[in-house]
């Protein structure tokens, strides 16, 4: 849009953004632009359309996205990575959003545990398979014709079935002339919008690029590494079956690392301090791993190390501005897809209802921020309280016996079971999952393993195999 036709509309608009609380709110024509169409850009104009239409407000929304989610591979990357936790599966369904079948990779029914002295099954609290393993993307390089269809991909065709527009194109930066937002592509196009929405996540220098807007400093972050390796269905299925396995090494630098079947993929995540081509070879040597890893596979087709956001931005929005996912503030290192799709309709309301300043986005969108940080603050805790396990042998031996005895027995308490159910998951805030852990009855039988665990023989096994 040239600048004349851009500043007409501009002049169009301006009777219409100077009688809200705080001069500033969407009306009829409004224009909104997000930038970035993962999940929290998609959940975001979902909610935002369908918001406007039950009041009748006719806005547009522009989803800024160069990717394409059809492509396997870097040029339709949205880094391998997908998980699903089965409470936003139920959120989603009461939402009316169904996952299809293409979609999901694998329903995963449970979590095994690798340690150096066993390994333990976790079946779901409730039984049900109701977890689901995806690709954010179109999935890995050297995917091919692939049969599956994107989660982000997805998530798009449901803004767009609600009236969003997606725009193949790169934001270059933005510029503030009145306190209008201008978006900018490298051709030198530009043009207003009445807000814009930023939603590129971390892995992006886009944070930088908001024309000196006051928001806070780029969110803390750290890298993950993930691997995909190619096998075939059935030997995935011997070696991982239903499971996403999980492994707690006692590995300088490690936090944990994982492998979630996909079909004939097997996405490897891993999560730690400075991680380096040297963790990663001590992680696949080691036995506990190489005991799960799927012969014949092809070694990694494809690998990449995303930064994860670790800390909030302190104020994600400022005037016609909003952060939202991994871009203002998401769970420590669980349920990121969940942390989208919590702040991104917050935002959407605080945008339709009540408002598109600063004011309006502090009291509205604010709180949903907030009740994220704080939690995180305490699964911070929790991951350093659990690190005294990950180093100490009598506790893993107590983690190990406590799980496995609450799995063989029908109608016994899981209160081990289930903190590491919802650790793993992400499916509970860590508030509830710190609340479980003070219970009675995890102290008093966490305190008599730890007994048992001094003299482990004749303590029996987990799934077979000894704890020593």
Known sequence: MGHEAG??????????????????????GSRVAVIGGG?????????LLKMAKSIDLAVEVDIFEPR?????????CNHCGGIVSESLVQILATEGINLPPDVVRRGIEAYVVHTDVGSVRLESPAREQRIAALYRGNGPR??????????????????????ARVLPKLVSGIEWRGGIPWV????????????????????????????????????????TFICEFRSNREEIARSLGDAMHVFLLDIPRLEFGAFIPKGE???MCMLGDDLDQELVDQFLAAPEVRRCFPVGSVPCVCSCSPLINLKASGRPFADRLLLIGDSGVTRLYKDGIGAAFRTAKAAAAAAVFEGISAEAFERHYGPSCDAIARDNGIGKLMFEVSAVFKHSRIARRAMLRMTRREQERRGARPHMSSMLWNM???????????????HPGFAAGLVWNLVLGVFPRGAGSANGKEIQ
């Open 142 to 163: 050297e995917g091919g014709e692939s049969q599956w269809t994107s989660f982000d991909g997805f998530l798009q065709g449901l803004a767009c079935r609600q009236g």
């Open 424 to 438: 793993f998951t992400g499916s509970a805030p860590y508030r509830e999952i710190f609340k479980g852990s003070l």
């Open 184 to 223: 900018q592509d490298p051709d030198g196009g530009e043009s207003p919008y009445d807000l814009v929405v930023v939603a590129t996540g971390v892995n992006s220098n886009f944070l930088g690029l908001l024309g000196g807007k006051d928001v806070s400093s780029k969110p803390v972050t750290t890298r």
């Open 7 to 28: 500043q007409s509309l501009l002049d169009s608009l301006a009777p219409y953004v100077q009688d809200a609380p705080g001069g500033m709110c969407l009306k009829d």
């Open 39 to 47: 999940p929290a850009g998609s959940f975001f104009a979902y909610f």
């Open 265 to 267: 993929f097997v996405t």
């Open 68 to 76: 394409s989610f059809r492509r396997c591979g870097p040029g339709g």
